[in-house]
C-alpha cells in the first residue's frame, strides 16, 4: 500500500514538473526560428452520450484570442458537434465538428480523425476548414506519447499544415494536458508550440 502511494505520488511530481519543462524545451528549440505559439483551455462535460465543451480562452500568438463552444452527441466511435466560436477581432463562425476514433492493441492506441467546417456569420470572417488527425500510444495511466498533424484553409487564403511529436500527461484524474512542437510542412507560416490544458467534469 505504502509502495503504491509512493509511486502514485512520484507519478503526480513528475506530470506537475514535465509540462512546463516540454514547453520551455520546445520554446527554446524555436528560439532562432520564426514560431507560432498556440495555447488552449477546455473544460469538457459528458452525460451518457451527450458532451459539453466549453472553451473560454484559446491564444494564438502574437494578438489572437478565442473563445469556442461545443454541443455533440457520440455514436459508438463517431461523435458530432454543433459549434460555435467567436475571437478578439470581431469575427464570428457556426459550423461543425466531426471525429472518429479507432482504438487498437488493447486500448493502447488511439487515432482520431478530426474534421471541422465552418459558415462565417460577418463580412470579416471568412470560411474555413480544419483537419486534425492524431495517434496516441498510452504508456500507462498517465502517460501518452503521440503524433499530431494540424491543418486549416480559409477561403480566400494559403492553408496550413503542421505536423509533429506530441506528450500528453493526465495530472489527475478529471485534469489532463498535452504539448506538441510541431513543424510548419507548407513552410508558410513558421513552426508551431502547442499546450493544451482540460479539464473534464
Known amino acids: 500500500m505504502a509502495e503504491s502511494r509512493l509511486r502514485s505520488f512520484a507519478r503526480k511530481t513528475l506530470a506537475s ?3 512546463p519543462v516540454l514547453l520551455l524545451a520546445g520554446t527554446a528549440i524555436a528560439r532562432t526560428k520564426e514560431k507560432i505559439n498556440l495555447i488552449s483551455t477546455e473544460v469538457s462535460y459528458t452525460q451518457s452520450d451527450n458532451i459539453f465543451k466549453f472553451r473560454p480562452f484559446i491564444f494564438t500568438s502574437p494578438d489572437n484570442q478565442r473563445t469556442d463552444l461545443m454541443l455533440g452527441r457520440k455514436f459508438g466511435d463517431f461523435t ?3 459549434y ?3 475571437d478578439n ?3 464570428s463562425w457556426i459550423g461543425a465538428r466531426t471525429d472518429f476514433n479507432i482504438n487498437s492493441l488493447k486500448g493502447r492506441v488511439n487515432t482520431n480523425l478530426q474534421f471541422r467546417s465552418f459558415l462565417g456569420l ?3 470572417s471568412d470560411n474555413c476548414v480544419y483537419f486534425i488527425p492524431s495517434v496516441d500510444y498510452k504508456l500507462d495511466d498517465t502517460f501518452k506519447v503521440g503524433i499530431l498533424g494540424y491543418a486549416k484553409k480559409s477561403e480566400g487564403q494559403g492553408p496550413f499544415f503542421y505536423l509533429g511529436p506530441s506528450v500528453g500527461v493526465n495530472l ?6 498535452s504539448i506538441s512542437y510541431d513543424k510548419d510542412i507548407l513552410k508558410n507560416y513558421g513552426d508551431l ?3 493544451n ?3 473534464k467534469f
Open 122 to 124: 460577418n463580412e470579416k
Open 193 to 195: 508550440i502547442f499546450l
Open 172 to 177: 489527475t484524474d478529471k485534469l489532463s494536458t
Open 89 to 91: 477581432k470581431d469575427r
Open 80 to 82: 458530432a458537434y454543433g
Open 197 to 199: 490544458v482540460v479539464y
Open 84 to 86: 460555435w466560436m467567436s
Open 17 to 19: 514538473v514535465l509540462v
